[in-house]
């Protein structure tokens, strides 16, 4: 990969003057970052983020006219660069998180968490290209498939980099939860209640979207009720009826489907 190829072009979106001085100076101590863009408002960053087609941009939430959030929308979850969200309000960081923001800054942060954020950022920036250049490889392939050009073979998709955290809710609080600690998720109607180490988290999510999210090879689908980590699993167990079970570490029973049987015995073998 070429030294051009490795710089990550970054926007920075913030009403106040002196916040964005002060993410342009951060983001200068990095050699692989170049700001392309400074915008004050939602509006200019709508427009900045489809001129530039920047692969990072770190957003203001709270700004006046279009907010960060509507600047999403506005552009399009799928459509988005990696989002790192800024701003000085923590009652913002669950809906940064469900409109999958990479990471949330809460003013004011330190330069270690800056760098920390922007070290992760250039990770995902990193999957993306991986990703994108896989994509065009067997675009490619197809096109000679078509044209009998080589003989087939089967394009593996790259595996996305799954969230490290997820935001819950406690009371008046926002707290992030590991998503390596959970023990297993369950189905609650239109939402996923997370089971952590005892205690468990309700998050407005459906069980399909937090499947999506989860590391594949930490956790796997046991029932449609049911998301375990595969870590936590002591045993599987026959039932009555001819029924099976997974059983946890912890002793909590959960069902597992006919149909998923030999693909959660795959990922406890290959779990070790």
Known sequence: MSAASNVVRAIVVDDEPLARAGLRALLAEDPEVE???????????????????????????????????????????DRMPVVVFATAFDQYALRAFEARALDYLLKPFTDERFREVL??????????????????????????????????????????????????????????????????????????????????????ESMDEMEARLDPRRFVRVHRSAIVNVARVRELRSAAAGRHEVVLRDGTRLPLSRSRRELVARALAEAG
């Open 35 to 77: 700001v392309v863009a400074e915008c004050a408002n939602g509006r200019e960053a709508v427009d900045a983020l489809r001129a530039h087609a920047p692969d990072l941009v770190l957003l203001d939430v709270q700004m006046p006219g279009l907010d960060g959030f509507g600047v999403v929308r506005e552009i399009g979850v």
């Open 119 to 204: 070290a992760r950022a250039k990770e995902q920036v990193r999957q993306r290209r991986v990703g994108a250049r896989g994509a065009q490889l067997a675009a490619q392939l197809a096109a000679l498939l078509a044209s009998g050009g080589v003989p087939e073979a089967p394009a593996t998709p790259p595996t996305p980099a799954a969230p490290a955290r997820v935001a819950v809710r406690l009371g008046n609080r926002t707290a992030f939860v590991r998503l390596d600690d959970v023990d297993w998720v369950e189905a609650a109607d239109y939402y996923v209640r997370l089971h952590v180490a005892g205690t468990s988290h309700l998050l407005r």
